[in-house]
Each structure stands twice: as C-alpha cells, then as structure tokens.
C-alpha cells in the first residue's frame, strides 16, 4: 500500500523559515511529479510547487525566491523549504504524488497520491 507522510509544519512568525518534508513508501515502481498543495481556510486547495523526477521545478508566483522544492529520489522524499514567511502562506500544506504501482497481481498503474496534509501558520 503505497503512502505519503509530511512532516515539518508549525508555528513561525513572519519572516521565518520551516522545511517541510513528505516520504512515500510501499511497493513503488516509480515516481513521477511531486509536489505540494495548500488550502487555507475558507479557500481552494492550490497548488504551491511542482518537481519532475528530473529535478524541474515550478512555483505559484506568489512564493517564487521565497520556497524551494527538492527531492531524493533514492530516498522517495520531497522537500519544501519556505523562507521569508508571511502571514498569508498560512494554510494546511499537502503533499502530492504521482506514483506507478501494482493496482493488481502484474499490472501496474500511475495514480495520484496525497499525504494526510501538514498545519503551517504564521504569525506574530
């Protein structure tokens, strides 16, 4: 059963830093985009920044020069470290995956994985 499981959220103040991190586990044949979501309260779930398993970034304007995505592929794990953080990056933070696995005996799938999401909140 394959598994995505963050951890790193919390309590900063504005202009802290946190690292966020989401390892997948079970039996993965492969892993392709990662990435992370967020949803704040009362809003749509959006999407915060992408990796491909060759190492592409992309970002949502708002956070660009500000968060950074990375991965270890050997470890399954993807990384988000978030600098300069203002109140408005407060949200619960998910973690994405697309991920081929064995759906049964001999056939393999991609399907989209999500993590159980993670508390960021920032403020003073």
């Known amino acids: 059963q394959v598994q995505l499981v963050e951890s790193g959220g919390g309590l900063v103040q504005p202009g802290g830093s946190l690292r966020l991190s989401c390892a997948a586990s079970g039996t993965i044949l492969k892993i392709n985009v990662m990435g992370w979501y967020r949803q704040a309260p009362g809003k749509q779930r959006e999407l915060v920044a992408t990796?491909?398993?060759?190492?592409?970034?992309n970002y949502l304007d708002p956070v660009k020069g500000r968060f950074t995505i990375s991965r270890d592929n050997a470890n399954r794990t993807v990384y988000l470290q978030m600098n300069s953080l203002k109140p408005e990056d407060t949200a619960v933070y998910y973690c994405n995956a697309d991920i081929v696995s064995y759906v049964s005996d001999n056939v393999a799938a991609h399907r989209d994985f999500w993590g159980q999401g993670t508390q960021v909140a920032v403020s003073s």
């Open positions: 990796i491909t398993s060759g190492g592409i970034p």
